[in-house]
C-alpha cells in the first residue's frame, strides 16, 4: 500500500498569514493527489484533486502543487473559516489512503 | 443540491452486525463509483471501501475484509455497507463519499456514528 505523510501534524497560525501543507507519497502517484478540508461535526469537503485543480466554488486562496511523490497546500492570507484539519489522499491506487491531517489553529 | 445522507449507526456489541445506509439525492447515483472512508474519534480518515457503478466490482481495506460487504440499489439511490463480526477497532464515523474526477470524493455525506462496546 502507499503511504502518505503530511507534516505538519498541526500548524499555528494567524489570520492574514499564508501557510503550506507538504505531503509526500511512499511511491509516485504521478499527480492522483487530492486535498481536502474537515471540520468537526461536518462532511469533509474536496478542496483540490489532480494536484492543483481548486473545486469550483472554492476560494482562490488556496491552491496546491506537486507531482511525482511531493505536494503541497498553500493558503494565502488566512481567513477565520479556513481553520481547520487538512487531509490529503493519494487516489492512484486501492487503498485511497489519507494523510495523518494537518491540524490548522488559530495563534 | 447534491446530497449524500447516511444512517444505520448506533451502539452495537462486539461480534454484532449493522447495516449502513447511504441515500443519494440531486445527481445521477448510477452513474458514479461510490466509496465508504471511517473516522475513529481523534484520529484521522481512513478509506474502508468502493464499489463501482453496478456493484459488480468491489474493493475492501485489509482490515475490514471478509467482515462488510459493499453494496448498492441503483433503483433507490442507495449504497450500504453490511458490517459483520463488528470489534472495538471499528468505533467511527462512516461517510459515504461519490467518486468524482482524478478518483476524488467530490461529495461527503454527514456520517453516521457506530459504537463498538459491550
Known amino acids: 500500500d502507499i503511504q502518505m505523510t503530511q507534516s505538519p501534524s498541526s500548524l499555528s497560525a494567524s489570520v492574514g498569514d499564508r501557510v503550506t501543507i507538504s505531503c509526500r507519497a511512499s511511491q509516485s502517484i504521478g499527480n492522483y493527489l487530492n486535498w481536502y478540508q474537515h471540520k468537526p461535526g461536518k462532511a469533509p469537503n474536496l478542496l483540490i484533486s489532480?494536484?492543483?485543480s481548486l473545486l469550483s466554488g472554492v476560494p482562490s486562496r488556496f491552491s496546491g502543487s506537486g507531482s511525482g511523490t511531493d505536494f503541497t497546500l498553500t493558503i494565502r492570507s488566512l481567513q477565520p473559516e479556513d481553520f481547520a484539519t487538512y487531509y490529503c489522499q493519494q487516489s492512484y491506487t486501492i487503498p485511497g489512503s489519507f494523510g495523518q491531517g494537518t491540524k490548522l489553529e488559530i495563534k | 443540491e447534491v446530497q449524500l445522507v447516511e444512517s444505520g449507526g448506533g451502539l452495537v456489541q462486539p461480534g454484532g452486525s449493522l447495516r449502513l445506509s447511504c441515500v443519494a439525492s440531486g445527481f445521477t447515483f448510477s452513474s458514479h463509483w461510490m466509496h465508504w472512508v471511517r473516522q475513529a474519534p481523534e484520529k484521522g480518515l481512513v478509506w474502508v471501501s468502493r464499489t463501482n457503478t453496478d456493484g459488480s466490482s468491489t474493493m475492501y481495506a485489509d482490515s475490514v475484509k471478509g467482515r462488510f460487504t459493499v453494496s448498492r440499489d441503483n433503483a433507490k439511490n442507495t449504497l450500504y455497507l453490511q458490517m459483520n463480526s463488528l470489534r472495538g477497532e471499528d468505533t467511527a464515523v462512516y461517510y459515504c463519499a461519490r467518486e468524482g474526477s482524478s478518483r476524488s470524493s467530490d461529495c461527503w455525506g454527514q456520517g453516521t456514528l457506530v459504537a463498538v462496546s459491550s
Open positions: 489532480a494536484a492543483s
